[in-house]
Structures are given as C-alpha cells and as structure tokens.
C-alpha cells in the first residue's frame, strides 16, 4: 500500500486491487495521473472534499482515504448491496468483513475463477472468456428487509463458494432487485450454473484456492 498526503487528507493507494475502472482518473484528472513522475497522486490539486467524493467511487476499495481536516469520512451505505457486472466480478458495497483482512466499505470479489488475488477480483475475466450475465431473474425472495445495513461477513471457502452473513440485496446490474437474504453461498469458481449462487460445480471441476 502506498500514501500520498497532506495537511488535509491522506490517500491511501491499495494497487493490487486496483482494476483499473478509472473513475479517479476522469473524475480529478489533476490529482489522478498515471505515470506522473514522483507518484501518480497529488492531493494537492484539488480540496478534501471533492477527493473523498471521487474516492468514495471507486468500486474495488484500490483507493481509500483518512481526513486530517475534521471533514466527514467515508461512512456505511444505508444498504448493504452486491451488484452483478456483466461478464464481472461482484460489486458488494456495505460494512464487509473479510477474515485476516482490514474491513472495507467496498470490494470486487472475483467470480471467474481465475483470479491471481483472491477472493478480490483483478481483471483475470477479461483474458479468459468469463460469461456470467448481470441481469439474471429474480430467484429468491425480493421483499424489502425491515434492516437494510449493519455487519456483512464474507468468508472464501477453500477450494469453495464465498460465504455472505449479515444483511444484504442482491442486485442486477441495472439496479433491479434480485434477491434479499441474511444469508448466501455465492460462486467463485466461475462454473456454477446458477450464477451468482454456487451449484456445486466447483467439487466436479477441482477447483482450487485459498
């Protein structure tokens, strides 16, 4: 992990997460500057304020930040979401708690198999052909929750399924509510014939990861 800072804002730079989804980049082209000499950062460019805002875009948590100013941080969504991206990795946005890993607002969990950064996603679908359509039928049960937000534990099962505990909606890619639970078994094998959800197909493949 990398810091840039000043008397105002730290950010913190997490680059093998980093997808490259380029929201930083268009979003404040002048602090966010690829192949910049003496590093790709400047917070001085621009106000606390608008770099949290465009920080707080990024969809796979590469970048996040601390204020040294007194402004508001970073805070929980009011819903704990997991988005489908087509042909992607899943979106999940919440108070996620991944064991032996620092909590985080936001993250891209790989669902092709083939990622070199478990359970994170690192663009290995694009090299290999990853179908998984991120607008997939209403399968469970889409009634609106009384509790929305709160805790979200996701446990990578070895050589398994993502385990999710805690309050959450799962989304399709336009938005379109597909499922709410406090609780699925999600693949990341990239086999599953019931995408998101794990079917087993992972045991017939052999599939293999921490």
């Not at 694009?126 to 979200?152: H, I, N, Y």
């Amino acid at each position: 992990m990398s810091n840039s800072e000043n008397e105002n804002i730290t950010v913190h730079f997490h680059g093998k997460k980093c997808v490259h989804a380029r929201r930083c980049v268009l979003g404040l082209p002048d602090v966010f500057q690829p192949g910049a000499k003496g590093g790709w950062i400047s917070p001085d460019n621009a106000n606390a304020d608008d770099i949290a805002q465009v920080i707080d875009s990024c969809p796979s948590g590469a970048l996040t930040y601390e204020r040294k100013d007194g402004g508001k941080g970073e805070t929980q969504p009011k819903v704990n979401t997991l988005r489908l991206n087509e042909n992607g990795p899943n979106e999940i946005k919440g108070d996620i708690q991944i064991p032996n890993e620092e909590p985080y607002t936001r993250v891209l969990l790989c669902r092709c198999g083939k990622s070199n950064n478990m359970p994170f996603c690192d663009n290995s679908h694009l090299s290999t052909d990853f179908v998984a359509s991120g607008e997939v039928q209403t399968t469970q049960s889409a009634d609106t929750p009384t509790t929305r937000d709160g805790s979200l534990l996701v446990t990578p099962i070895k050589d398994g399924p993502v385990m999710v505990s805690g309050n959450l909606e799962i989304i399709a890619g336009s938005g379109r509510r597909i499922a709410t639970g406090e609780k699925f078994v999600l693949c990341r094998c990239g086999a599953s014939k019931n995408k998101p959800f794990c079917d087993g197909q992972h045991k017939k493949t052999g599939f293999e990861t921490g």
